[in-house]
């Protein structure tokens, strides 16, 4: 449908860019999925596939999207009444898998996002810490493989 192609179209438009990405196109992403609020089931999921898909660059920015839509969400239709929280909330794991495959450098500022949630109450400290807690093991994974903490017992 014509709304699901709004934000289809400038989130993957998104993919072949080199960050940073503008703030007026986030603008336009979070616009066309709050106006496709009735489809949110389908921007959640083309949101994701953005996230799997793209460049590792591009993995940080895909979250500020997801952070985008959820806070204007929930200020345009308050806290109770957004879905786009929820339903993003459904894929976390699968989704903060893709997004710490960005740069090492990068994973500080998915940090920032979660410790942002967290004090603004925008996921419950239960959902947060997980993801947090992932961070941790996926810095530990990459400074493994680069022989860092390659210790032998």
Request: charged share 20%; with cysteine.
């Amino acid at each position: 449908s014509d709304s699901v192609n709004a934000i289809a179209r400038p989130l993957f438009s998104m993919i072949d860019m080199n960050p940073p990405i503008s703030r007026a196109k986030m603008m336009s992403v979070t616009k066309s999925a709050i106006k496709a609020i009735k489809l949110y089931k389908h921007v959640v999921q083309i949101v994701e596939k953005f996230i799997k898909k793209c460049k590792p660059e591009l993995k940080v920015p895909g979250l500020y999207v997801v952070d985008s839509i959820v806070r204007q969400s929930r200020h345009q239709f308050g806290v109770d009444k957004d879905v786009y929280g929820p339903r993003f909330q459904k894929n976390f794991t699968p989704t903060f898998q893709n997004l710490y495959l960005c740069p090492h450098d990068d994973k500080s500022k998915i940090i920032r996002v979660l410790n942002l949630w967290q004090k603004n109450a925008v996921f419950e400290m239960d959902i947060v810490q997980p993801l947090l807690d992932m961070a941790a093991g996926s810095q530990l994974a990459t400074a493994s493989l680069t022989g860092v903490q390659h210790i032998i017992q």
